[in-house]
């Protein structure tokens, strides 16, 4: 537990210990990586503002390992709070929509999944189109086994890392 402290700790500090700089992302593409079903699945995402206040963002995760293998493809959302500008960063809230199937010990579960969601995304000084993203949200997820209703806090380890181009 100690060296967990420790740990987040040292990132938080390496993390915000730098300028960000907020980069206008209207009309680029950013390709890069997401990690938001409700069971992990890490995924490559693209995104894309074709306007100066809304984005949308594609996310698929696959995974083939035997007698536990997973799917997933995921569609959001994004619209920018104009009174929540901050110098740095972009504070946006969403929704999202994804289908997602899951293998464990043989058995096959597939449904979909619903997001509602606020977050953040900055910028590093330095790296000014790499953009870091963190979100929090309430969710749902009906598959064959069970409905699972969840409220959900993620980092940008989960929420992902985008590069614009």
Do not use: C
Not at 102 to 128: N, R
């Amino acid at each position: 537990m100690k060296k967990l402290f420790w740990l987040l700790l040292g990132i938080n500090i390496f993390v915000f210990s730098f300028e960000a700089d907020a980069k206008n992302v209207a009309r680029r593409l950013g390709v890069g990586f997401k990690d938001q079903f409700s069971e992990s699945l890490p995924s490559v995402a693209a995104q894309y503002y074709p306007y100066d206040d809304l984005g949308f963002s594609a996310a698929l995760g696959v995974d083939t390992r035997t007698d536990n293998s997973g799917f997933g493809l995921m569609v959001k959302l994004y619209r920018l709070l104009p009174n929540m500008q901050e110098e740095h960063m972009n504070f946006y809230m969403g929704a999202g929509a994804g289908l997602l199937s899951k293998e464990t010990s043989g058995q096959t579960s597939s449904g979909f999944e619903l997001s509602g969601f606020v977050g953040g995304e900055f910028f590093i000084m330095g790296l000014d189109s790499l953009g870091f993203s963190f979100e929090a949200g309430v969710g749902i997820t009906s598959i064959s086994n069970g409905v699972r209703f969840r409220t959900f806090g993620d980092s940008p380890l989960r929420a992902g890392m985008i590069f614009y181009f």
